[in-house]
């Protein structure tokens, strides 16, 4: 027991004794740094592009509905009984210009005309009666006149007397009276054939309107009236619109299309731009080429955005069945309007935070740059400053972004491609989509616009 404790009491000191020397043998190898190789950390791969100039087509885009250019509405212009009516007219038909539509009972303006015509005759007849009566009293005025001027020279010669003269008188003024009176109911006979002629043309227009034709291409939007049926003057018997050609009235914000106009050059107007309107589909989106016409006239109090009209003609004819539907009311579009080609730097929207972007020194450090911006339009902003022609662009963003600290810059040609596609209006909503990170393993695509387009020709 005694042999055990001594041991235990050696141990107790021999140990800690050993310790002490193994640690200042060693102490000399513990003061060496480690191996600077084992503690660097390795740059951090970025995707980068390199700017340069690239053709850009300002362009903005917004939403309207369709609505038709011309409307027209089929008001019965006489009363009466309808007896003939276009057949198989219903609404959504479309009718050719000329097209008979209706036709209004004319019987009764007919018979009107037909008496109309008989007092014509009969004023015809009467002016020559009265005519011939007047041809007899100009003869007897005449006879009078020379009665009385040989009575007057007898006078004078104290021949015969002045009660005999008297009577010359009366008669001369009896026969010139008998003219005036005959010369005035003629030309009262004149103007009551005027008035007869005027009535005769009123009835004779309104036998035409009995009949109403379509005034120009058009489809039928509502029908109000049918065979048999009796209409009042000023009733609305069928409601159509002009298919040559729609508006679309597309709303954009203000403050979007002045950028454009800047972007586009000076003296250029909201007319010179181009247009074009654009229906998505199932597989594919269907595109119209269209006109601007005008800008509307108030700015929208709720929206705050501005009107701008467009106008594709020809709807109807450019449509087909299965791939292009007609344009009709109130169908909700997409309107993009776009200015002249122009080169400029262009950035994807996403690469700008804070109006500032992560830039790759040519130490292989990154750096965080102030940038002003112009004109924006979907996923793309044009830089006009804070940066030059050849700059590195950080267009994904890294896990960790601190400024100096290396990277390592890989140029993305894909992403580059699609910025370049979007910006010239070839790949809509190209460049949307962030590229994958280094080393991910997945593609990097143009985002959207991988369908197929069907556009009308220009």
């Known amino acids: 027991m005694t042999v055990g404790r001594a ?136 006879l009078a006149r020379q009665d009385l001027a040989r009575q007057e020279q ?71 009236a049918d065979l048999g049926q009796y209409v009042s003057r000023g009733q609305v018997m069928l409601s159509g619109e002009g298919i040559e050609a729609v508006d679309i009235a597309a709303q954009f914000p203000i403050g979007r299309i002045g950028p454009l106009l800047r972007q586009a050059g000076a003296g250029t107007e909201v007319t010179d731009l181009k247009a074009r309107v654009r229906l998505p589909a199932a597989d594919h989106e269907v595109l119209w080429p269209a006109r601007v016409e005008r800008m509307g006239e108030a700015i929208d109090e709720r929206t705050q955005s501005s009107a701008v009209i467009v106008r594709v003609t020809d709807p109807q004819g450019q449509s087909a069945a299965g791939s292009r539907p007609p344009l009709r009311r109130n169908m909700f579009v997409e309107v993009e309007l776009s200015a002249p080609r122009a080169e400029a730097l262009v950035l994807p929207a996403e690469a700008v935070q804070d109006g500032a972007v992560l830039v790759v020194s040519p130490t292989g450090t990154l750096e965080k740059r102030k940038v002003e911006t112009g004109f924006a339009m979907q996923d793309l902003v044009v830089v006009i400053g804070g940066l030059a022609v050849g700059d590195q662009v950080v267009v994904t963003d890294p896990t960790i972004a601190v400024p100096g600290m290396e990277v390592k810059a890989v140029e993305d040609e894909a992403r580059k491609a699609a910025i370049a596609a979007l910006a010239a209006g070839s790949a809509p909503g190209a460049g949307a989509k962030p590229a994958a990170a280094p080393g991910s393993g997945q593609g990097s695509g143009q985002g959207g616009g991988a369908g197929k387009a069907k556009e009308a020709s220009e």
């Open 7 to 142: 041991v235990l009491r050696g141990l107790a000191i021999a140990v800690p004794a050993a310790i002490g020397v193994a640690a200042i043998y060693f102490a000399g190898s513990f003061q060496r740094l480690p191996e600077s190789g084992s503690a660097a950390r390795q740059p951090t791969p970025v995707r980068v592009i390199a700017l340069a100039p690239i053709e850009i087509v300002p362009r903005v885009t917004g939403y309207g509905t369709v609505a038709p250019v011309r409307e027209w509405r089929a008001v019965a212009r006489v009363e009466g009984e309808i007896v003939a009516r276009a057949e198989g007219l219903a609404p959504g038909d479309l009718v050719a210009g000329g097209t008979a539509l209706f036709r209004i009972d004319d019987t009764d303006l007919r018979l009107d005309l037909a008496g109309i015509e008989a007092q014509l005759a009969a004023s015809v007849l009467k002016d020559q009666t009265l005519q011939a009566s007047l041809d007899l009293a100009q003869g007897d005025l005449d």
């Open 154 to 224: 007898l006078n004078a010669q104290g021949v015969v007397t002045q009660a005999a003269l008297d009577t010359s008188r009366r008669q001369e003024l009896s026969a010139r009276s008998k003219v005036s009176e005959l010369q005035s109911a003629i030309a009262l006979n004149a103007a009551e054939r005027e008035v007869l002629v005027t009535q005769k043309a009123s009835v004779e227009r309104s036998i035409g309107l009995a009949q109403v034709q379509a005034p120009y291409d058009l489809r039928v939007t509502e029908l109000s």
